[in-house]
């Protein structure tokens, strides 16, 4: 059975940092590229990074570019989303996403406030 398990939202205040995870089950995870989307209350979700199968090239949106780093550890089946100088236009749930096959988590809140 397929799973991608987000974690490590949570509150945090404008500036903060919060570091995502993803772990994924039940398929090839080296043999996929990963992304990270967000959804806003009232948004349409919006894809915010990707990373290839070997992690070495990355891609990110011009909103987060500079600020959030994505990385995956092959061994543990697990992408990452480190954000930083986080704001409150960051608040969202954040969800993780298997390129191709098109598998989603359940995603995990982020809210930026003071």
């Known amino acids: 059975q397929v799973q991608l398990v987000e974690s490590g939202g949570g509150v945090v205040q404008p500036g903060g940092s919060l570091r995502l995870s993803c772990t994924a089950s039940?398929?090839?995870?080296?043999?996929?590229?990963m992304s990270w989307y967000r959804q806003a209350t009232g948004k349409e979700r919006e894809w915010i990074a990707t990373i290839t199968r070997a992690g070495r090239v990355t891609n990110y949106a011009d909103s987060v570019q500079g600020r959030f780093t994505i990385s995956r550890d092959n061994a543990k089946n697990t992408i990452y989303l480190q954000m930083n100088s986080l704001k409150p236009e960051d608040t969202a749930v954040y969800y993780c996403n298997a390129v191709g096959p098109n598998y989603w988590g359940q995603g995990t809140q982020v809210t930026v406030s003071v």
């Open positions: 039940g398929f090839t995870f080296s043999g996929y590229t």
